[in-house]
């Protein structure tokens, strides 16, 4: 029997209450130790994730996957021998968190240098503390007084587990970390993986890859300062290479960082499949002083027997009720205009005043100024750092503007970018210091910018002071915060040379601390995080921004397939989508009800030029705006399922189920029809298969007419639609009765 059930629940409850400990209910829940395995089970709904202390006083991790029901199964941490004189007991061993030190070949969880030169580190357990969903194991080195505190977080609900470090020098002399992990999390061993992880560049991002998992190491990365395009912060990895949307076991992991980040997927000679993930080592020097402590990301990592689509719903639950700003009091996100792609850097008040009528006028409910409205900005050659209004564009400031919009039923929203200088700007004029540089050095523009030492406290207090001067001055409700480049000569001079590296951390802290204390100061701002597109993506960032820019690519059959990547590991409601103008992208030309059955499937967004529509532009808007009021709650927070990915075929269908089973949504896109190749039947998932559904189509596309369908048959039985030619869509909504 598990001896966190000695006492029945009622009982135990009962007697919680009594002594004043009812945390301690929960924590039995999530959390318990069991002295004769000397080990901690960590349990979700649906998921065991077990760390004991085996006979050398090591941590190790003894399971993570299927729920076990008996504590006493598990034997007891018991390191592995070594094989032959290569490969250590360390490196057989699943040691929880280990140190470079003695033996250890595989990838270190810290890498440390002290004061004497001693670069060797063995950490053993210390001591333990269970607070509600929360466990903190303390290890030491053998020697020296410095200590590891091992964080875990327990979210039942979601099937996740969060890890992070805490990493303190106790010792009397600088210690100098070279590598800081938030942890290592192990797969059962001799098992066939395959890895899934998202790639890409600027306007393609989001790009799915699969490979299996051999000897060897995958490295997922960023070195570029933020989270970047290139490759972002999850992964997932399934058995036998063979899950699906809906079937197989899949182990996932995404990390909260926006800076440098390092995920090293490694199968080890002796076929055991270890994750380490945390800050990327590379270019990394942290000195602790005496009494100092270093924080590593946070890292988060759950299982799923329901294959990916099991993955992206558990990561969805994470992200709306643990991690957005408004996971207290969760809120559907409102329809925008953005003026980026309409006007480019040509913002004025009468001009945007106009497109503010038309965009009122379709149901739009916020309005966003983008870039070109500040400093001597008229193209991306000047401006940026110089945070006040531009009085040729706005003579009388933003303040007309904005009345303007909220009179019509708007909210206002204004770009910024933050982080940037542009050397043709004021700021730089008058600190040309401010810039990252290395003294004596070319400073390498992009987009003719160079990137501000945000690590810096002035910069942060001077880029704090400017933005929140004009949202005290104006009723801004959101920020577009923009980057649209990354780092390079990242020096910071004005610090000892052995602090110098701490930039990559630091700079990534003072942005989060901006944006934290924006949001403090200023109740109800919405952030949008952006890079480029969406170039700053992880769960670090979504603690403090409520949506991000998905891509600068707007053309909506690119943006099924990178939609598809990014929904793998974020949700819907985060993902800004825009219905913009044909041709774009790709020089292609879709049908406006495409573009919008497209965005539809996100937080939608439009970002065409209103100036430029028909009538009868204006009028189908109209109506999907309407309808995308009516189903955006269940889009933005309920399950996706991808009946037909867009990788795979000229169809692409998805269907979202509201938490609360009473709505379902299914989006059918056409690509370019080939043979006249008959339609697929599509069958829903996620329904109550005794539970009847009426139909609201927004078109004649259903093949059968009937108002209304049992679960039954839409789960099996299944419906087609009559999509021909190219870029065909369509929409249904089932709502049950
Ligand atoms: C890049 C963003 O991704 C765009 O949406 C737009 O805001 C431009 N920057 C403005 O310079």
Not at 69 to 88: G, I, K, V, Y
Request: overall charge negative.
């Amino acid at each position: 029997m598990k001896n966190k059930l000695f006492f029945t629940r009622p009982f135990f409850l009962l007697t919680a209450a009594i002594l004043g400990v009812c945390s301690a209910a929960n924590a039995a829940d999530a959390v318990h130790y069991s002295p004769t395995q000397k080990a901690w089970f960590l349990e979700t709904e649906h998921t065991t994730y077990v760390v004991g202390v085996n006979e050398n006083g090591e941590l190790q991790n003894m399971y993570w996957g299927e729920k076990l029901t008996r504590d006493e199964d598990l034997a007891p941490a018991h390191s592995n021998p070594e094989w032959a004189s290569f490969d250590s007991s360390a490196t057989t061993t699943n040691l929880e968190y280990p140190g470079w030190g003695g033996r250890l070949y595989t990838e270190p969880s810290l890498k440390v240098t002290l004061a004497d030169g001693v670069r060797d580190l063995v950490l053993k357990y210390d001591s333990q503390q269970i607070e509600g969903n929360t466990l903190r194991l303390t290890c030491k080195d053998i020697k020296y007084n410095l200590t590891v505190t091992l964080i875990y977080r327990v979210y039942p609900e979601e099937d996740i587990i969060r890890k992070s470090s805490t990493i303190e020098n106790h010792t009397k002399q600088v210690v100098t970390l070279e590598s800081a992990q938030s942890g290592v999390w192990y797969l059962p061993r001799n098992e066939q993986y395959r890895l899934t992880y998202a790639a890409g560049r600027w306007a393609g991002e989001d790009q799915l890859q699969q490979e299996p998992i051999r000897q060897g190491k995958v490295v997922l990365e960023s070195r570029r300062g933020n989270t970047s395009h290139q490759l972002y912060p999850w992964f997932a990895i399934d058995k036998g290479g063979s899950a699906d949307q809906q079937h197989g076991q899949v182990w996932f992991g995404a990390l909260g960082w926006s800076g440098n980040w390092k995920m090293v997927v490694e199968e080890t000679p002796m076929h055991q499949v270890r994750i380490t993930g945390g800050y990327n080592d590379f270019d990394f020097s942290y000195p602790l002083k005496p009494g100092e402590h270093l924080d590593t990301p946070e890292y988060y990592a759950g299982y799923s027997d329901g294959g990916f689509g099991g993955v992206s719903n558990s990561l969805y639950r994470l992200e709306l009720n643990e991690i957005l700003p408004d996971h207290e009091h969760p809120h559907v996100r409102p329809v925008l205009y953005n003026s980026w792609e309409a006007t480019e850097f040509s913002v004025d008040e009468a001009g945007q005043k106009t497109l503010a009528e038309k965009a009122a006028k379709i149901g739009v409910e916020r309005f966003v100024m983008d870039d070109g409205w500040f400093g001597a900005r008229n193209n991306d050659h000047a401006g940026l750092g110089d945070w006040v209004v531009n009085k040729q564009k706005f003579p009388n400031g933003l303040g007309p503007l904005i009345r303007y919009v909220n009179q019509l039923g708007m909210d206002f929203g204004l770009w910024f970018e933050p982080e940037m200088v542009n050397p043709d700007s004021d700021l730089y004029r008058k600190h040309p210091d401010w810039a990252m540089h290395f003294p004596g050095r070319p400073r390498s523009e992009a987009r003719n910018q160079l990137v501000l030492n945000m690590a810096r406290d002035d910069v942060r207090d001077y880029i704090f002071n400017a933005i929140d001067k004009m949202l005290s001055e104006n009723n801004i409700k959101f920020i577009k915060w923009d980057m649209n480049r990354h780092f390079s000569e990242p020096g910071w001079p004005e610090v000892p040379i052995a602090e110098q590296k701490e930039i990559w951390i630091k700079y990534v802290r003072n942005v989060y601390d901006i944006m934290d204390r924006l949001r403090q100061k200023h109740p109800g701002l919405e952030i949008e995080s952006c890079s480029g597109g969406g170039g700053r993506v992880d769960l670090g960032v979504l603690k403090r921004t409520d949506e991000v820019w998905t891509s600068d690519n707007t053309e909506a059959l690119d943006r099924l397939k990178i939609q598809e990547g990014f929904t793998y590991a974020y949700s819907p409601k985060v993902m800004m989508a825009w219905v913009t103008d044909v041709p774009n992208f790709n020089g292609r030309s879709t049908p406006l009800k495409f573009r919008f059955l497209v965005a539809m499937q996100g937080s939608l967004g439009i970002g065409a030029n209103l100036n430029k529509w028909s009538p009868e532009e204006f009028d189908l808007a109209t109506k999907m705006i309407s309808y995308y009021k009516s189903i955006r709650e269940t889009v933005q927070m309920g399950n996706l399922y991808r009946l037909f990915s867009p990788r795979e075929g000229e169809f692409t269908a998805n269907e979202y189920v509201a938490r609360d089973g009473k709505q379902a949504v299914v989006f059918a896109f056409l690509h370019s029809q080939q043979f006249r190749n008959p339609m697929p039947a599509v069958h829903l998932r996620g329904l109550d298969a005794n539970a009847i559904y009426r139909v609201k189509t927004i078109d004649d596309k259903l093949v059968e007419k009937h108002e209304t369908y049992s679960g039954s048959y839409l789960m099996n039985h299944g419906i087609e639609f009559n999509l021909t030619g190219d870029y065909d869509s369509t929409a249904v909504t089932f709502e049950r009765q």
